[in-house]
């Protein structure tokens, strides 16, 4: 896909399979079996055309639980999973998982039908397994781990020494330790990277040496860059969990006061996510203001033109919207001297695409081509698809706030969270991919450390280039005058 060509616009997988399987729909899927029944109302869940749309917490709960002739839909477990938290921390829920598990294995004791027994207690492990591959950080909280053992304990005692149920058990506890050693040390690092240094400039003069290196002294390629820059984008999203993202909406909720431990921990993907975006902006702001020639200015405008544009091409939208960010910011936007040498017409395509009239139209047109030209993918180049991590919050935050977290009888309104699951679902998908293209450890140094101006910086930058045109802006560059050197 390139840009020229629109009809052919950048399209990623929405099958995050070892989760939720080949769909997403919560329907029921034929042969999983089904707890209490088909459609309309059955006890405390609602159906609506084989489609669960409420329930209450309890009933909800009950239908996670496997018994000896039923295992939940995949989708179903991943959507509830991922849900519940808004109403019930996760060790909480581990341990009403245990109570029911408890219930049921009596009742089949009583029985004395051990192969009914084993085959019930397979089913538990494989709900288990499924839970801590797909939020392994829900076992971090000491108190979920020790239900998890207890669970475990109980579902085992059947078992013979060696038998199926405890080889399944050890494997799963010790890729669940795996994942969370890998977290443990990935949030380590994290606290050791800093964002990229903000330079306040020296007073009253902004300018840099000519000798000091600028970004195209480092890569004038604007392909490669677009590259360097899907490479970081995608190991910050692939940094990003399911549960994290449903932060959103817990964090939001004014009805349900709960709140998961460890919040801030899994908010701190999200929050450095969306630094790298306003970092990437004041980066590319601070390139153009810094340059002392109006010509070497202009080919600085054009270079990153040029990047966003094939950040287009890649399917990697966020780069592209922080690069336009940058170069509309005030400081960038009122350097008209040098804007008028610059060719726009590729860069009026890129702000049509990003226009935010009819809530961004244009960019979903060209988001929905990206994911389906990744569906039907045959290389790994395809399947890129980075959406603008912003407007993807504001999507679940308008999915959370136009719908009510409970019916007026008190049901928990599940269809909610089906679509809230579906675009989470999805944007896991598009994290998932492997990028393909060849890492350069200088060009990624170079984004990720080079000094950026601070907003002061930039507009005296600015101004120097480009004198004040107008009143406002004579006043805003006294004002910076006088604080410059009152502070010095």
Not at 2 to 15: A, D, G, K
Request: charged content about 25%.
């Amino acid at each position: 896909m390139f840009l020229e060509s629109q009809e052919t616009m950048p399209q990623t997988s929405v099958v995050f399979s070892s989760i939720l399987g080949p769909s997403c729909s919560g329907q029921v899927q034929p042969g999983m079996g089904e707890r209490g029944g088909g459609a309309g109302s059955t006890g405390d869940l609602v159906f609506q055309d084989g489609r669960l749309i409420s329930g209450s917490l309890e009933a909800l709960m009950e239908r996670l639980v496997p018994t000896v002739d039923y295992y939940p839909d995949r989708t179903y477990i991943f959507t509830f999973l991922l849900s519940s938290r808004v109403f019930i921390p996760p060790h909480d829920l581990l341990g009403r998982v245990g109570q029911i598990c408890l219930e049921q294995r009596q009742q089949l004791e009583a029985g004395s039908d051990k192969a009914r027994l084993k085959s019930f207690s397979a089913k538990i492990v494989q709900l288990l397994k499924e839970w801590t591959e797909a939020f392994p950080y829900d076992f971090q909280d000491e108190k979920a781990m020790a239900e998890l053992k207890a669970i475990t304990h109980r579902v085992t005692q059947c078992d013979e020494e060696n038998g199926t149920v405890k080889k399944a058990i050890t494997q799963m506890t010790q890729s669940l330790l795996l994942s969370l050693a890998a977290r443990s040390q990935l949030q380590e690092l994290r606290e050791k990277l800093r964002s990229p240094a903000m330079d306040k400039g020296p007073i009253l003069k902004a300018k840099p040496p000519a000798a000091q290196k600028d970004i195209l002294g480092v890569c004038c390629d604007p392909l490669v860059l677009a590259q360097q820059l899907t490479h970081i984008e995608l190991e910050r999203v692939n940094s990003i969990h399911p549960e994290d993202l449903m932060q959103i909406v817990s964090h939001m909720d004014s009805r349900d006061k709960h709140r998961c431990r460890g919040d801030l921990i899994k908010t701190y993907s999200l929050e450095a996510y969306d630094n790298w975006f306003n970092c990437l902006s004041m980066l590319v702001a601070t390139e153009v203001c810094r340059v002392v020639k109006k010509k070497h200015r202009t080919r600085m405008l054009e270079f990153f033109i040029d990047v966003a544009r094939e950040c287009f091409n890649i399917g990697n939208f966020n780069s592209m919207m922080a690069i336009i960010s940058g170069m509309n910011l005030s400081p960038v936007a009122r350097l008209k001297k040098t804007w008028s040498k610059v060719k726009t017409a590729k860069f009026d395509v890129l702000e049509h695409h990003m226009d935010p009239s009819s809530n961004f139209c244009n960019y979903r047109t060209a988001l929905q081509g990206a994911t389906q030209r990744s569906q039907m993918a045959n290389s790994s180049r395809e399947k890129i698809v980075i959406p603008v991590f912003n407007l993807f919050v504001k999507d679940i935050y308008f999915l959370h706030k136009i719908h009510t977290n409970h019916l007026p009888n008190g049901h928990i309104n599940f269809k909610k969270f089906w679509d809230i699951s579906r675009q989470i679902h999805e944007f896991m998908t598009w994290a998932q991919v492997e990028c393909p293209f060849e890492k350069d450890k200088k060009i990624q140094s170079y984004l990720l450390t080079a000094p950026i101006y601070s907003e002061e910086a930039l507009f005296i930058a600015s101004f120097e280039s480009e004198g004040p045109e107008n009143h406002m802006e004579k006043d805003s560059w006294k004002t910076l005058r006088t604080t410059l050197l009152n502070r010095a």
